[in-house]
């Protein structure tokens, strides 16, 4: 019967090596720039350990930098195509805080931290969350362009929505250092060593087959998504 066979509950957690990174991070990282240096260098490792994308977000208190929760991108490690890393940040963040309200009354106001504005996925994820401040590294078309991850339809209005909701975006902090991860990523990709893994994964558009993204190009060339990786 099928209650024999469903499954109850699926695991995200960060690969162990993001306890190596921290190692030497304090409680405490007062600087905003310094917090988007330890995003940009967790997303950078994140991808070369074949963990997943080379995305990483924090959630921190704004006012004193308390590093509540660090997120990678997951997806890879998982098989779980929702793991990416401000869905990480926000749930280790309010598992921490006990609470799925990061806004909610008597907590300090919480921010998150990310090496790109956020998919549609992370887009809602981030506006139920209960941050008061989006801190992004940049918000152009340049991610999905170098790295040619989908990032989905997001309205050009998205971070008015935010604002609407009363939740600040800072934007361009440490920009260039973000597109130098993706680059280093790309590179990793075109060399055959790192998976994109948009559903619906293609094997056209010039590179090496099985490391495309398709969903943005329309060439499935026949294949179905593998719920071992490939899966978006
Ligand atoms: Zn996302």
Redesign the pocket.
Known sequence: MLAEHITTEYRIALPPWVGDELADVPDVVPDRDDRMRLVHRLADRNWREGNGGP?AALVAESETGRIVAVGVNVVLASGVSSG????VALGLAQGRSGTWDLGGAGLPAHELVVNWR?????YG?TMWSGVRTLVVAGDGPELEEITTFD?GPLGSDWAEQFERRGIRVVRDVLREEALGVFRAYRAGVDSGGSTVYNARQGTSAGTTAGTTASTSAGTTAGTTASTTEATA
């Open positions: 995305f990416h890393a401000e869905v956020p998919c549609i996925q992370c994820a990032e």
